[in-house]
C-alpha cells in the first residue's frame, strides 16, 4: 500500500526550528520527486521545497536560506529542516510523491 506519514509538527516560537519528516511505505523514494506543500487557513496549498532522484532542490523564494529538504534512501524518508521560523509559516505541512500521493499532513504554529 503506497502511503505517507508526516510527523515532526508542533508548535514553536518565532525564530526557533523544527524537522518535518515524511514516511513513505510501498514505493521507493529514491525513484520520484518528492516535494513538502503547506497550507494555511483560507490560502491554497503552495509548494515549499522539493528534492529530486538525482537530489536536486528547488525552494519557494519565501523559505530560501531557513528551510532544507533531504531525502535518506535507506530509510524510505523525506525530511523538512526548519530555521528561522516566522508567524507566517503557519501552516499544515503535506509531503507528496510527484504528484501522486499525498499525506495526511502535519500542523505548523508558530506563535509566541
Known amino acids: 500500500q503506497v502511503q505517507l506519514v508526516e510527523s515532526g509538527g508542533g508548535l514553536v516560537q518565532p525564530g526557533g526550528s523544527l524537522r518535518l519528516s515524511c514516511a513513505a511505505t510501498?514505493?521507493?523514494?529514491?525513484?520520484?520527486?518528492m516535494s513538502w506543500y503547506r497550507q494555511a487557513p483560507g490560502k491554497q496549498r503552495e509548494g515549499v521545497a522539493s528534492?529530486?532522484?538525482?537530489?536536486?532542490?528547488n525552494y519557494a523564494d519565501s523559505v530560501k536560506g531557513r528551510f532544507t529538504i533531504s531525502r535518506d534512501n535507506a530509510k524510505n524518508t523525506v525530511s523538512l529542516q526548519m530555521n528561522n521560523l516566522k508567524p507566517e509559516d503557519t501552516a499544515v505541512y503535506y509531503c507528496?510523491?510527484?504528484?501522486?500521493?499525498w499525506g495526511q499532513g502535519t500542523q505548523v504554529t508558530v506563535s509566541s
Open positions: 528534492i529530486s532522484s538525482s537530489g536536486s532542490t
Open positions: 507528496q510523491r510527484s504528484g501522486l500521493t
Open positions: 510501498g514505493f521507493d523514494i529514491s525513484r520520484y520527486v
